[in-house]
Each structure stands twice: as structure tokens, then as C-alpha cells.
T-cell receptor, first 114, second 109 residues
Framework: SAVISQKPSRDICQRGTSLTIQCQVD?????MFWYRQQPGQSLTLIAT?????????ESGFVIDKFPISRPNLTFSTLTVSNLSPEDSSIYLC???????????FGSGTQLSVL | RKEVEQDPGPFNVPEGATVAFNCTYS??????FFWYRQDCRKEPKLLMS???SGNEDGRFTAQLNRASQYISLLIRDSKLSDSATYLC??????????FGTGTRLKVLA
């Protein structure tokens, strides 16, 4: 299994500001995934981040709102920009385990927007 | 039809009971299936993979029915600590995982 360090664990932000979430993995991985989990809902994939190329965004998510960096094979950041109360969610980073199956998750970032 | 569908529950069961959850999926080409456990405000954690032959891990048994396109999770001798949300996850292709909405389980003393 992979060990993923995600921070911050929680934050309270003002409307219109941005929050950057960091994920550090203890091994090199090809892909990193960013998910959003809105209150009472399941996980929705925001984007897939590959080192050295632009992230691939799912329908309904755009780069201007959720810019992602992937500078190397162990690290990624997700920024949630121009925050509104609707962005209040848990954000999770994830990687596949060895063998390409099974997802492992960071501990999540609980974002509250006032 | 939803891609991955679960009964949201909650399933309220007494300690020691046996409880089963089902999860249906719409993509007949899916190859990998998983059950995750998620505690309140925590990240999902892999409980078990689901294989065609079925698999068992202690009190937990997972099975796959490809013909009817569903997977199941059986928990025997429920413990208070089993109270959580159980997420069904289906691999939809390369780097693509679809999550069910989860089934809430409450084990009562």
C-alpha cells in the first residue's frame, strides 16, 4: 500500500479566496487522483494528474477553478480557486497501489467556506 | 441507470447479527471491484477486493455475480466497531474508478 500525506487536514476560508492542498506520496506513482466528497455524498473524481503533463479534468470541473500541479512523481497540489460556500467539501488525493489496482487515499482536507 | 448503485441505508442491526449489502453496476466490461469502509469525516479505506470466486476475510465475505452485475458484502457477527459507511467501487477502465453513494451501517448494542 502507499502512504499519502495530505495537508492541510482542514481549513476555513473566506469567499473569493483560494486554498491549495498538498499531497506527498512515499513512493513514485504515475498517476495521482483528486476527488471531492460533498456532504452526505460519495466521491467524485475532479481530475487525474500525470507528471509532466496537464491534468485531465472530468466533466463539470475546469482548470481555472481547480488548477493542479504535478512537479514530480511523488507530489501534487490541488488549488480550489475563487471559493464559494458551494465548494465546502472534503477533498481527497489518491493513488493506485502496486499492480495498478486499488486506490489508496490521503487523509482528506475538510474545507469550509464562509 | 446509475453507474454504481447502492442502498444508502441506514441498516440498523444488533450486535452479533449478520448483515448483507448489495451493489449493482452498469458496465458489463468492468473487471475489478472493491469494498471500502469510510468512517465519519475520514478517508475511505480498502476493506477488500472482490473476485469472481468470492473471497473471505474473517467475518467479511465478498462475492461477485457477473451475470446479474452486482457485488455483495456479508458481515457476520457484527461488532459496534463495524458501524461505518461501506462504499462499493468499480474499476471502469484505466485509472477510472466509480464510487457508489455508500451504505450506512449502524450496529446497536
Amino acid at each position: 500500500s502507499a502512504v499519502i500525506s495530505q495537508k492541510p487536514s482542514r481549513d476555513i476560508c473566506q469567499r473569493g479566496t483560494s486554498l491549495t492542498i498538498q499531497c506527498q506520496v512515499d513512493s513514485q506513482v504515475t498517476m495521482m487522483f483528486w476527488y471531492r466528497q460533498q456532504p452526505g455524498q460519495s466521491l467524485t473524481l475532479i481530475a487525474t494528474a500525470n507528471q509532466g503533463s496537464e491534468a485531465t479534468y472530468e466533466s463539470g470541473f475546469v482548470i481555472d477553478k481547480f488548477p493542479i500541479s504535478r512537479p514530480n512523481l511523488t507530489f501534487s497540489t490541488l488549488t480550489v480557486s475563487n471559493l464559494s460556500p458551494e465548494d465546502s467539501s472534503i477533498y481527497l488525493c489518491s493513488v493506485e497501489g502496486m499492480g495498478g489496482e486499488k486506490l489508496f487515499f490521503g487523509s482528506g482536507t475538510q474545507l469550509s467556506v464562509l | 441507470r446509475k453507474e454504481v448503485e447502492q442502498d444508502p441505508g441506514p441498516f440498523n442491526v444488533p450486535e452479533g447479527a449478520t448483515v448483507a449489502f448489495n451493489c449493482t453496476y452498469s458496465n458489463s466490461a468492468s473487471q475489478s471491484f472493491f469494498w471500502y469502509r469510510q468512517d465519519c469525516r475520514k478517508e475511505p479505506k480498502l476493506l477488500m477486493s472482490v473476485y469472481s470466486s468470492g473471497n473471505e476475510d474473517g467475518r467479511f465475505t465478498a462475492q461477485l455475480n457477473r451475470a446479474s452485475q452486482y457485488i455483495s458484502l456479508l458481515i457476520r457477527d457484527s461488532k459496534l466497531s463495524d458501524s461505518a459507511t461501506y462504499l462499493c467501487v468499480v474499476n471502469w477502465g484505466t485509472y477510472k474508478y466509480i464510487f457508489g453513494t455508500g451504505t450506512r451501517l449502524k450496529v446497536l448494542a
